[in-house]
């Protein structure tokens, strides 16, 4: 998938998605739609490998990250 947006329905806009990093899961799914409408996307999961692979799979604009996000202080 490239970073430009195919449906600009939420460019100039972030969005942050938990539990994104399972390849058949809906936060993944979620993820790229939002990009293909233009979103830059914030990709959060336990796994901060597999979050970071995740973003690099949808394009350079988007970034992964490791969080616990049960954990106030994480």
Do not use: K
């Not at 409408?37 to 990250?65: F, M, N, T, W, Y």
């Amino acid at each position: 998938m490239s970073d430009t947006a195919l449906l600009p329905l939420l460019r100039g806009r972030v969005a942050l998605i938990t539990g994104a990093s399972r390849p058949r899961g809906i936060g993944l799914a979620t993820a790229r739609l939002f990009a293909l409408h233009g979103a830059r996307v914030a990709l959060l999961d336990l796994d901060e490998d597999e979050a970071q692979a995740a973003a690099r799979s949808i394009g350079s604009a988007h970034l992964g990250i490791g969080c616990d996000v049960r954990d106030a202080g994480a």
